[in-house]
Nanobody, 132 residues
Framework: RVQLVESGGGSVQSGGSLRLSCVFPEYTPNYCVAWFRQAPGKERAGVAGSDSDGSTTYADSVKGRFTISRDNANNDKNTVSLQMNNLEPDDSGTYYC????????????????????????WGQGTQVTVSS
């Protein structure tokens, strides 16, 4: 079992920035990872993905504002970040990090980051609130 721990959530005003982090053990060097979010009363939806080949992909609603990145400097743990700029109230919700063996794009297509079943391990979530 791979345990993921997210952090970095908080409350900001519209136009502000937050940086989320997701830390998990190095279970394989070839992993894919995604960030999902769930707003109250809505289904969980993928917002960004990073595949084992280094490619990244984003939902249209966050393109140009969010950046997903990896920090593999620590050989024992992986850190995946989601830099969120120019935040909007619709970005509010609980953000979840998820991972599985890559390549995910090759198995599920370019929209893998939107598919919950593509990921076997999930974090507990971190809350983001954006006020207008």
């Amino acid at each position: 079992r791979v345990q993921l721990v997210e952090s970095g959530g908080g409350s900001v005003q519209s136009g502000g920035s937050l940086r989320l982090s997701c830390v998990f053990p190095e279970y394989t060097p070839n992993y894919c990872v995604a960030w999902f979010r769930q707003a109250p009363g809505k289904e969980r939806a993928g917002v960004a993905g990073s595949d084992s080949d280094g490619s990244t992909t984003y939902a249209d609603s966050v393109k140009g504002r969010f950046t997903i990145s990896r920090d593999n400097a620590n050989n024992d743990k992986n850190t995946v970040s989601l830099q969120m700029n120019n935040l909007e109230p619709d970005d509010s919700g609980t953000y979840y990090c998820a991972t599985d063996h890559g390549p995910c794009g090759g198995r599920y297509g370019s929209n893998y980051y939107t598919l919950e079943y593509a990921f076997g391990w999930w974090g507990q979530g971190t809350q983001v609130t954006v006020s207008s």
